[in-house]
């Protein structure tokens, strides 16, 4: 089976990493695989080994994502667009593949419209036709409009065969934050999560009893790593970690300096997942791979969603996994180092979450998704 992947992360790096974990599920199972990145070129591990094709790279104007730039900071203009939209076709012209996968689109990326359609028109003059599928996290941006709900239904139902929907339903349905009629309701195939297996405990016992603070590296970080540490002086008992992504010195230089005895504060690190197992609680943003990364270390977890720009998805998502013992929600404009001792506490002292009904095999499961529609369709 061939299969295309077309994908565009604008700000983050999440909706590329996920793509590319679903890229490496298709490929382990023996199916000859190609990812399109429209992003940002990015060095993950999750897209190493595979084919991937890089188009013109775009990138949002901050969480401005009506307004995209090119790489260079200089908005992008039709002639990039068109450059897109060939190198989009030509593709699919010279791979020909079996499946094709929009990752987002039609229920986000509505700025890339018109080379997604025309991709998608492409598709549908090829004999026989791909089996084309969606590919969508948990919770999406709910649409702006009744309009926009309607637009992206009628597209599913006229060019796709299914949408893949990387959640389980039992903890966070797609109607948390887009409207499911009963037509769209029958093109839905829940994937269960989209992760990676579960880390192993650190082999050197890092992170053991800390609490572990992440945020990325990014001026979004900055407010709740301040408020982290006069926390840590609230709670001298406890040995507090800050992670911080990005290439700014400065910034982890002006955390650094302000740090207690009992707080450390160092760059983002490769072994997050495998400290988790071992900590006190974590402190942290509520990004699709971070919160699935703490659910499957069972951490406990205080989640501040990142709602700039009137970004709705983090909170939805924090607050469906709220549900669940062990987790707090703290808006941004109430965060304060007070209120995140009091949550800490509560959080380390709930019952320890189960979680072996939960899905996180959503890539292999989506795999055998595609695999079954393309046998139907053939």
Same mark, same amino acid.
């Given at each position: 089976?061939?299969? /295309?992947?077309?994908?565009?992360?604008?700000?983050?790096?999440?909706?590329?990493?996920?793509?590319?974990?679903?890229?490496?599920?298709?490929?382990?199972?023996?199916?000859?695989?190609?990812?399109?990145?429209?992003?940002?070129?990015?060095?993950?591990?999750?897209?190493?080994?595979?084919?991937?094709? #890089?188009?013109?790279?775009? +990138?949002?104007?901050?969480?401005?994502?009506?307004?995209?730039?090119?790489?260079?900071?200089?908005?992008?203009?039709?002639?990039?667009?068109?450059?897109? +939209?060939?190198?989009?076709?030509? *593709?699919?012209?010279?791979?020909?593949?079996?499946?094709?996968?929009?990752?987002?689109?039609?229920?986000?990326?509505?700025?890339?419209?018109?080379?997604?359609?025309?991709?998608?028109?492409?598709?549908?003059?090829?004999?026989?036709?791909?089996?084309?599928?969606?590919?969508? +996290?948990?919770?999406?941006?709910?649409?702006?409009?009744? *309009?926009?709900?309607?637009?992206?239904?009628?597209?599913?139902?006229?060019?796709?065969?299914?949408?893949?929907?990387?959640?389980?339903? #039992?903890?966070?349905?797609?109607?948390?934050?887009?409207?499911?009629?009963?037509?769209?309701?029958?093109?839905?195939?829940?994937?269960?999560?989209?992760?990676?297996?579960?880390?192993?405990?650190?082999?050197?016992?890092?992170?053991?009893?800390?609490?572990?603070?992440?945020?990325?590296?990014?001026?979004?970080? /900055?407010?709740?790593?301040?408020?982290?540490?006069?926390?840590?002086?609230?709670?001298?008992?406890?040995?507090?970690?800050?992670?911080?992504?990005? *290439?700014?010195?400065?910034?982890?230089?002006?955390? #650094?300096?302000?740090?207690?005895?009992?707080?450390?504060?160092?760059?983002?690190?490769?072994?997050?997942? #495998?400290?988790?197992?071992?900590?006190?609680?974590?402190?942290?943003?509520?990004?699709?791979?971070?919160?699935?990364?703490?659910?499957?270390?069972?951490?406990?977890? &205080?989640?501040?969603?990142?709602?700039?720009?009137?970004?709705?998805?983090?909170?939805?998502?924090?607050?469906?996994?709220?549900?669940?013992?062990?987790?707090?929600?703290?808006?941004?404009?109430?965060?304060?180092?007070?209120?995140?001792?009091?949550?800490?506490?509560?959080?380390?002292?709930?019952?320890? +979450?189960?979680?072996?009904? /939960?899905?996180?095999?959503?890539?292999?499961?989506? &795999?055998?998704?595609?695999?079954?529609?393309?046998?139907?369709?053939?």
């Amino acid at each position: 089976m061939k299969v /295309m992947i077309v994908v565009t992360h604008l700000l983050g790096t999440g909706h590329l990493r996920r793509a590319g974990t679903l890229a490496h599920a298709f490929a382990d199972h023996g199916h000859d695989v190609r990812l399109i990145s429209g992003g940002m070129p990015l060095d993950a591990p999750e897209t190493a080994g595979i084919d991937l094709l #890089q188009l013109p790279p775009v +990138r949002s104007d901050g969480v401005n994502f009506a307004r995209l730039l090119d790489r260079h900071g200089v908005e992008a203009g039709e002639s990039l667009r068109e450059a897109r +939209r060939d190198m989009l076709c030509n *593709a699919l012209d010279d791979f020909i593949p079996d499946v094709l996968v929009t990752e987002l689109y039609p229920f986000g990326r509505r700025v890339l419209a018109r080379e997604f359609d025309a991709l998608l028109e492409r598709a549908a003059s090829v004999t026989p036709r791909p089996v084309v599928l969606a590919s969508i +996290r948990d919770i999406l941006a709910p649409p702006s409009s009744p *309009a926009k709900a309607e637009r992206t239904e009628h597209i599913v139902t006229s060019l796709y065969d299914a949408v893949l929907v990387h959640s389980d339903p #039992q903890l966070v349905s797609l109607e948390a934050s887009w409207p499911v009629g009963p037509a769209l309701a029958d093109r839905l195939r829940y994937s269960g999560f989209i992760a990676p297996p579960p880390a192993s405990p650190h082999p050197d016992g890092l992170g053991q009893g800390e609490v572990l603070v992440s945020a990325g590296g990014g001026a979004v970080g /900055m407010p709740l790593f301040r408020a982290a540490l006069q926390a840590a002086r609230i709670d001298p008992d406890r040995h507090w970690r800050l992670l911080v992504g990005g *290439a700014d010195a400065n910034r982890l230089k002006e955390l #650094q300096v302000k740090a207690a005895p009992n707080t450390t504060v160092e760059p983002a690190r490769p072994d997050f997942r #495998q400290m988790l197992a071992g900590a006190a609680a974590s402190i942290s943003l509520c990004g699709y791979n971070t919160a699935l990364d703490i659910l499957q270390a069972g951490t406990p977890a &205080v989640f501040l969603p990142f709602d700039a720009g009137n970004e709705v998805e983090q909170g939805l998502r924090a607050h469906s996994l709220a549900r669940l013992p062990g987790i707090e929600v703290l808006k941004s404009h109430d965060l304060s180092p007070t209120a995140l001792c009091e949550m800490l506490a509560r959080v380390i002292a709930a019952p320890k +979450r189960i979680l072996r009904q /939960m899905r996180f095999d959503g890539a292999t499961r989506s &795999v055998a998704i595609a695999s079954d529609l393309l046998e139907a369709a053939r």
